[in-house]
Each structure stands twice: as C-alpha cells, then as structure tokens.
C-alpha cells in the first residue's frame, strides 16, 4: 500500500498540520499529586474541548520530561493537510503511529481505541486509525498519556519515541 508520513516531531511536519505539541505533567495536570486520586473517573486532559493554554510548548518529543512514577499529557491540534509528498489526501486513509516511553494510551477527539490506543506494554509501537476518509481541512486533537515505569519501580524518565501521521492510499499510483 503506497504511503507518505509526516513526521509530528520535526518543524516541516509541524508546519504541514498546523500543529504544536502542548505538554503538562500529572495524571490530571494541575492537580495535586498529579491529580492521583483514589477512584477517578478519568482525566479531563484526553478531552478535546480541554483548556491547555497553560501547558508548556514541547519542541522535542524525544527529551525526557519526568523521572519516578509519574504521568504527563502531550497533545496535539492537527489540521489535515491538502497534499502529502505532493499527493492529494482526499478520501484517504490516516493512521497516528507513535512509540511513547514507557507506557502510553492514544486519544484522538477524546477517544481512546481500547484495544490499539490503550497501554500495550512497555516501549510497544502503537497506531491508530484517524480516519478511513481524509477531508483536507479537517481538524482533529491528538492526546497522549505516557507513564513511567515500571509502576513499583520506574527508570528514566517520559518521552515520545515518534508521533507521525500516516497517510496511506488504496491505489496503486495514488
């Protein structure tokens, strides 16, 4: 299947979407504890109306952000681009792709795909599917929750691996 990739983690690939990466530490940035509290219903932050004017601007997935136990957000607005490589993405199909260290859960509009966007295992490459029909134009938010770990005994630190987009088309020649 013939396909072009952006890459969300470098200034062209950034310029491509319209985007720049947000991000905050803590299960529920801002919150005590990093909002670990006993029997949350879920952290706002995967939501994509959530205010993250605050947050700090991440010009490198890749620099480690936390050490210990601990939880941080990267998100994303992407505006899906006319062109790829200089091929149209009309009616196209987009998958997010990322490897996010240690463990990480992929939300896109505030949704989680349970079985390819929640935790896989330590250092897993995960990808996702944006959409099956590509409408240039379209916007669409990119929430990532890494943690460290292991969880009784975390190393290092947090950090995404790569973040791309995937633009994959079903035709031979474009």
Known sequence: MPRAVIDLNSSSGLAAVKGRWKFAQ??????????????????????????????????????????????????????FPETVEGHPTAGVRVQFETCIDDYGELWIDGECDRHRGAVQGFNVPQRVLMSDDVKPGEQHTIALLAANGPMAAPGGAVFVRYANLAFEWREPGY
């Open 26 to 79: 803590g299960l529920v940035p801002g919150e005590p504890n990093e909002g670990l509290v006993s029997q949350l219903e879920g952290s706002p932050a995967r939501l994509p109306d959530y205010d993250d004017s605050g947050w700090e601007v991440c010009t490198d997935l890749g620099k480690w952000v936390s050490h210990g136990f601990s939880f941080v957000w990267y998100r994303i607005n992407v505006t």
